[in-house]
């Protein structure tokens, strides 16, 4: 509408050259068109769509560096939210008046500097000469070798030689792979710690891995460069006393939930939640930018425009009239490295849970098709009160519903707590998850409307008794689609051991069938090993419908294998 304004002010100044007449034609002509704007969009709306913009152009801009959870990007952002809600007149739910509800990630591993091997008391340089395993056992092991290292003390030597040469055109050949069994069979055979090798002239590619998952082997194995071995134990005859140390410590980063609470003494609270966390420079490897060179990741679809929808409706609520519900707002970190933040929320929720009405999550709803208007509904089967409530032939948007309570977002971690969902999003794009989600291309008129669908419903359910909450079946995922059998699990995408955490079984499912239960983890799909999420998609991938194999997983200490047939 700016546009058609301009043109319509530029003929008023170029007209006064005109006759009398003319003028008047064009200044009745000018004034339809202000009234027709004044129609579409009021001034309020106008304040809105301001705010809108402000919010998305901070939190999507180059100086957050893209929000990556635990950066100094997501600390700008926090403090912003946090600055919002507070001038929103929403208060802090913790007692010491802060809005943030710290939680830790697992960011992979590091390699303590306490890290050190020895021989004949000289030190070794760390990261040099040689670098621990990311799966090595942390302990301190020494022993005297004497003779031939090939007759072994209790440390023993591990030559890539062999392995590398045998299986040189072997394309599934895993060195790690074989590395781990070694160590795990010269450790029956004796051995209190392993040095390994490559005498040969075929390249390794053994580094230490930040984010390897594999399980630790029960003896302190390390990798010494060839240099080294030729400059320290060369001739592999004659006395030499050896020390291991090995210290592998796990990275962790602090991530933060920004809660805001508004408190009507009401004995219900509705949850609204935006995740505000996004990729950063992609350093977590979930960009789908195919360059070489890092990029800032400012995601502003993806979710600066549901934060900011977020601390609009707080804003909104607090002046409404809605006074049967507390309201609770949470702008949720660590979304995209899997949930984190909703999880720890609902693991150490601030409030009560059991008296959640509802939650309502905003993700990516900044990228309406003005052409289709197009507006996904999640968790529509999560209450029985909801088809009552949601708009299903609006005016405005072409609604399309999905039943499920769980799905790519964090309704999903309320949706667990038997909390009725719904979660809203305006699609996706070319820009999803890459450099280019930028400010310039969210369609603020749309997310307006977007927010007023959602403060209708909002409003329609506060005069309402508390909802009652229903189990669906799980997302079908795009992912999902592509694979011809499934197991009828929730995978927990924040468990950081080794294997896939169980979250959640649905009924009548291979899993549930198999014996599978919530809290397994399982380790092994057939001869396919399974250390996370992906490694599983990938292994599920491999098998066809009716098909039958054996399933191992740990079930706390004990190590099951099951049947299962898909
Ligand atoms: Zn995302």
Redesign the pocket.
């Known amino acids: 509408m700016h546009g058609l304004l301009f043109k319509d002010c530029r003929f008023v100044n170029f007209a006064s050259h005109y006759p009398k007449i003319m003028k008047y034609i064009l200044a009745v002509l000018l004034l339809c068109s202000q009234v027709s704007v004044a129609q579409k969009i009021s001034k309020s709306d106008k304040k809105i769509i301001k705010s809108l913009q402000l919010h998305i152009n901070y939190l999507s801009d180059d100086k957050l560096e893209g929000r990556r959870t635990g950066s100094a990007g997501e600390k700008l952002a926090y403090e912003y939210i946090s600055t919002q809600f507070k001038n929103a007149g929403i208060s802090a739910v913790n007692n010491d008046n802060s809005y943030l509800q710290p939680f830790e990630v697992n960011d992979g591993k590091q390699v303590s500097t306490e890290t050190g091997f020895w021989v004949n008391d000289h030190a070794l340089i760390l990261n040099k000469d040689f670098f621990p395993f990311a799966f090595s056992a942390n302990s301190t092991v020494q022993c005297e070798v004497s003779q031939s290292l090939k007759e072994k003390g209790e440390i023993w030597f591990y030559d890539l030689n062999d392995p590398l040469t045998q299986n040189a055109n072997n394309p599934h050949f895993d060195l790690q792979d074989a590395v781990i069994k070694t160590v795990a069979d010269f450790e029956k055979k004796g051995a209190t710690g392993v040095v390994v090798y490559n005498s040969s002239s075929i390249p390794d590619k053994i580094k230490f891995e930040e984010k390897d998952k594999a399980e630790t082997t029960r003896i302190p194995v390390i990798y010494l460069s060839a240099e080294a071995k030729v400059k320290y134990l060369a001739d592999e005859i004659g006395t030499s006393k050896l020390k291991l140390k090995v210290q592998v410590d796990t990275k962790k980063r602090t991530g933060h939930n920004v809660v805001g609470y508004l408190n009507n003494n009401a004995a219900t609270t509705v949850i609204l939640g935006a995740h505000y966390d ?2 950063g420079y992609g350093e977590d490897r979930n960009s789908l930018y195919a360059g070489t060179s890092p990029m800032i990741h400012n ?1 502003a679809d ?2 600066a425009s549901g934060t900011a929808a977020l601390i609009e409706l707080s804003k909104q609520l607090k002046a409404s009239g809605n006074k049967n519900n507390n309201y609770l707002f949470i702008a949720f970190s660590g ?2 490295l899997g949930l984190f933040g909703s999880k720890y929320f609902t693991e150490h929720p601030l409030i009560n849970l059991s008296n959640a009405n509802y939650m309502i999550n905003m993700d990516m709803v900044g990228r309406l098709n003005d052409s289709t208007r197009g507006l996904t509904i999640g968790g529509f089967g999560t209450s029985p009160v909801w088809n009552q409530l949601v708009d299903t032939d609006h005016r405005y948007f072409k609604i399309k519903l999905d039943s499920s309570g769980t799905g790519p977002s964090d309704h999903t971690s309320f949706y667990r707590k038997d909390i009725p969902v719904l979660f809203f999003f305006t699609g996706t794009h070319s820009d999803y ?1 890459k450099p280019s989600d930028d400010a310039d291309k969210i369609n603020y008129a749309g997310q307006l409307q977007l927010m007023k669908y959602i403060f209708n419903l909002i409003s329609k359910a506060d005069s309402r008794e508390k909802l009652a909450f229903t189990k669906t079946k799980e997302a079908a995922t795009t992912a999902k689609n592509s694979f011809k059998v499934s197991l009828g699990i929730m995978p927990d995408y924040t468990y950081s051991g080794n294997g896939v955490h169980v979250d959640g079984v649905s009924a009548g499912k291979a899993a549930e069938k198999a014996g599978i239960k919530t809290g397994d983890v399982i380790v092994q799909l057939g001869e396919h090993k399974v250390s996370d999420v992906q490694a599983y998609m990938s292994a599920l991938g491999k098998f066809n419908k009716g098909e039958a194999t054996k399933v191992k997983l740990m079930r706390g200490k004990e190590e099951l294998v099951l049947d299962i047939v898909f």
């Open positions: 996004h990729l995601g993806d979710n979304e995209e998850h």
